[in-house]
């Protein structure tokens, strides 16, 4: 929590504009625990699908934060957000005016935030991620960490330097059965461990490319930020129409296109990677050489990737291969035996894939035995969250001053990867990669994929860093 004295919030905020000011925090107990000093104080930015069923309340059940702004470029989105906020801490007996901005930077403004929980596109990562921590505040953010490998360098080095409390949305490093199937790999036993097999969905084609008129409520020009301009379609950016649960349940348009995500390879993969680095011990490097392949649609305005096959090659001699027909999960092979590790039957979104049958278990292995010897006293111990839970792993990590389970840096090289895998699936051929100088050796064609073009005055390009 930061230490810095706090100013009085102003009772002033209503919807999206420059004119708004910042809440009085008011807890109906003013002295001691729940004293508005004692709180650390959250600006949520995004309020969509994944921010009212994830980050939203997995920020407010926790009493040690107060919740005190969000924003989006969506102004329907933007009041359903207050409103979400306002109605919990009405029912707890806190009085507290939630402020709402269409511009996050107008709420980073305020000395009195502590922390932005960010719940964007994939397009909108990094610009808040960097603003934030160049204001040295403390930051959640939704995977994957960036778009290009260019983004993820800028943003781990820039949260490191100025020492922010930082964690990603990989929740599954808070799941007990991932860190135990890790633990288990790491201290061998499964004997040496030679490959990693991970299955992820994939995404259908499809998608209207019949332009029709921007909603009034959406800042569409701010929604596309660094990407180029391009026509309004009904599926291209998210649901408009309905009930809250029917513009909030089916996944967003946004997800198949390329130019706002990378499809499931960094959608699901950024998840299935980084637990399979954290049983790799090589969460602060990568690959050494990549391959891939993968259908891509021909028509229709969703273009990210079909049905695919990936392999990677690390320094430790492990081979990670991703693949659209092995079950949701990560199996890990050692010389001994394996783990197959996955959610299980649990979903986070209600479009989340579970698999079926014996694959639906969330901890498997050639031997159960496996799990039942405990740790020894000199055995590697990862990091357990508290009480399983992933936000207040980054709550508590704010409060100590100590790292989360994930860092900016293992974020960076989680996402890395399946943006490796990719750039290989786009180019069709073997890559060779250095993970030090985070260059492909000889293909500048390869290369060139490392960043991209960015629309004025959005990018981070265009961002003053200092």
């Not at 207050?82 to 402020?99: F, I, T």
């Not at 967003?252 to 699901?268: D, F």
């Not at 990210?304 to 693949?323: L, Q």
């Amino acid at each position: 929590m930061t230490t810095q004295p706090r100013r009085s919030f102003l009772k002033t905020a209503g919807l999206a504009g420059a004119t708004l000011g910042f809440p009085t925090i008011i807890p109906s107990r003013v002295l001691g625990a729940d004293a508005p000093s004692k709180k650390i104080h959250v600006v949520q930015i995004g309020c969509g699908r994944i921010a009212r069923g994830m980050d939203i309340p997995g920020v407010l059940r926790h009493d040690a934060t107060r919740m005190v702004a969000v924003c989006d470029v969506d102004s329907l989105r933007l009041a359903d957000g207050k409103d979400m906020v306002q109605s919990h801490y009405q029912k707890k007996g806190v009085e507290l005016e939630v402020g709402a901005y269409e511009d996050y930077r107008e709420a980073l403004q305020h000395k009195d935030i502590d922390a932005v929980s960010i719940s964007t596109p994939d397009h909108w990562h990094a610009e808040p991620i960097i603003a934030a921590a160049l204001m040295k505040k403390d930051i959640y953010v939704q995977k994957p960490l960036t778009m290009t490998i260019e983004e993820g360098r800028a943003v781990s080095d820039i949260v490191r330097k100025n020492q922010c409390m930082f964690q990603i949305g990989s929740q599954q490093r808070s799941g007990g059965q991932f860190r135990i199937a890790c633990e288990m790999v790491r201290n061998g036993r499964i004997g040496k461990l030679h490959t990693v097999k991970i299955g992820l969905p994939s995404d259908p084609s499809g998608g209207s490319i019949n332009e029709i008129p921007v909603p009034p409520n959406l800042n569409f020009d701010k929604w596309l930020g660094c990407t180029p301009v391009v026509p309004y379609t009904a599926d291209l950016v998210h649901h408009q129409a309905g009930s809250v649960q029917e513009r909030y349940g089916p996944r967003p348009g946004w997800l198949r296109i390329e130019s706002y995500c990378l499809g499931m390879i960094t959608g699901w993969g950024s998840h299935h990677v980084d637990i399979g680095h954290w049983g790799m011990d090589t969460e602060l490097t990568g690959p050494i050489a990549v391959d891939g392949k993968a259908e891509f649609p021909k028509s229709g305005l969703w273009n990210v990737h079909g049905p695919y096959h990936i392999e990677m090659s690390y320094a430790n001699g492990v081979t990670m291969v991703i693949d659209h027909k092995f079950p949701n999960g990560i199996r890990f092979e050692g010389s001994d035996g394996w783990i197959f590790v996955t959610r299980g039957a649990e979903r986070v979104t209600s479009s989340d894939p579970v698999p079926a049958g014996n694959a639906a278990k969330a901890l498997q292995a050639s031997n159960m035995d496996i799990f039942r010897t405990p740790l020894g006293e000199n055995e590697i111990r990862l990091h357990e969250s508290p009480n399983g839970d992933h936000h207040l792993d980054w709550i508590t990590s704010m409060q100590t001053r100590k790292p989360a389970v994930t860092n900016a840096e293992q974020a960076h090289r989680s996402t890395s990867a399946c943006i490796l895998g990719w750039i290989a699936m786009k180019l069709g051929r073997k890559l060779k990669w250095d993970p030090v100088n985070e260059r492909f050796d000889g293909d500048e064609a390869a290369n060139a994929l490392l960043s991209r073009p960015e629309r004025a005055p959005y990018g981070i390009s265009h961002m003053k860093k200092s």
